[in-house]
């Protein structure tokens, strides 16, 4: 087995290369007419991921996407498979169960991230220990095409290339679409993260710790 180089701890990797990302997000911003929020009649495409490593997770999953259907001004348009994988930051913690849903919705991408918190919330979140276990974490990926460069959000999500266990369920539902900053598919994307020895042999579905789990039943809400 190859040796794995030694790497920046996960939470100081992560920050010092999310600046960076959004100092990109912010210079591209310039050349480009962002439109901010979306008008109330008009529907936008939205990705978003879905992780849980506490309790029943694949029950946390098959919840959150019921809240999304059951809100006015949201459409369910297809959901991914569950991916079990390995976590990020603080290692020991359960598996996590993955997913990424593509949605229709009016809401503002304020609005959006309001209200997925109050889900969050909902299936009861603890956002006391950063990196740590959680019943449900809903993250915004791709809004339309649009860039967002807010206090409190940052669209395309800035880690979203560099987490195979994003790429990998959001791949089964979108392999085409275009990522507006570096210009290359979510299938490209992936198979490019994929192809860095180090991450793949971490997240490489052939291995233990990522591998697909049975399908939920998006169809079976009587349980919530």
Known sequence: MKKKAKRKGPKKAAK?????????????????????SAKPAEYK??????????GDREEYIEQAITLLRETPGIKVIRRSSNFETQPQGRKNQPLFINAAVEISTNYSPQNLLELLQGFEDTLGRDRS??????TIDMDI??????????DNLTVPHPLMHERLFVLEPLKEIA???VHPILERTIKEL????????MESEKYDE???????????????YERW
Do not use: C, M
């Open 16 to 36: 010092k290369g999310q600046k960076k990302y959004v100092k990109k997000i912010k210079k591209t911003a310039k050349n480009r007419t962002v439109q901010k």
């Open 206 to 220: 052939d291995l233990p710790g990522f591998r697909e789990v049975k399908r939920g039943i998006a169809d079976d």
């Open 190 to 197: 992936y198979h490019d993260k994929k192809a860095e020895g």
């Open 141 to 150: 990926l791709l809004y339309s095409n649009e860039l967002i460069s807010e």
């Open 129 to 134: 220990l950063e990196w740590g276990p959680r």
């Open 175 to 177: 392999p085409n679409v």
């Open 45 to 54: 495409t939205v990705f978003i991921s879905l992780g849980s490593n506490v």
